[in-house]
């Protein structure tokens, strides 16, 4: 299984970007989606999730009313809309898949590939 993210690179704080995540060997239909980040010196966090029902998605404080999470099935591939982006979201971001029931929770997402780096310059 690969996951292959893209649609990263260097914004100024205040702007956007679409981040994209294709899946090869995998078929996305039957998995809840995320996306994490690291940061350099942190820990990886999840920062939005998507079930496989595609229904109201859940998003970490910190990015709540500024990202947008979507899948589309029939491409497999998720996305991610950043938008009104800040210095701290400098970060790689990685996609990943679960079949936990705990969705919301970063516990059980298979992360894969080797993400997509953001820079967000101040």
């Known amino acids: 299984v690969q996951l292959q993210a893209s649609g990263g690179g260097l914004v100024q704080a205040g702007g956007s970007l679409r981040l994209s995540c294709a899946a090869s060997?995998?078929?996305?239909?039957?998995?809840?989606l995320g996306w994490f980040r690291q940061a350099p010196g942190q820990d990886r966090e999840l920062v939005a999730a998507i079930n496989r029902s595609a229904g109201k998605p859940h998003y970490a404080d910190s990015v709540k009313g500024r990202f947008i999470i979507s899948r589309d099935n029939a491409k497999n591939t998720l996305y991610l809309q950043m938008n009104d982006l800040k210095f701290e979201d400098t970060a790689v971001y990685y996609c990943a898949y679960s079949q936990n029931v705990n969705w919301r929770m970063a516990d059980g997402y298979n992360v894969r590939g080797r993400g997509t780096l953001v820079t967000v310059s101040s």
């Open positions: 060997g995998l078929s996305f239909r039957p998995y809840h």
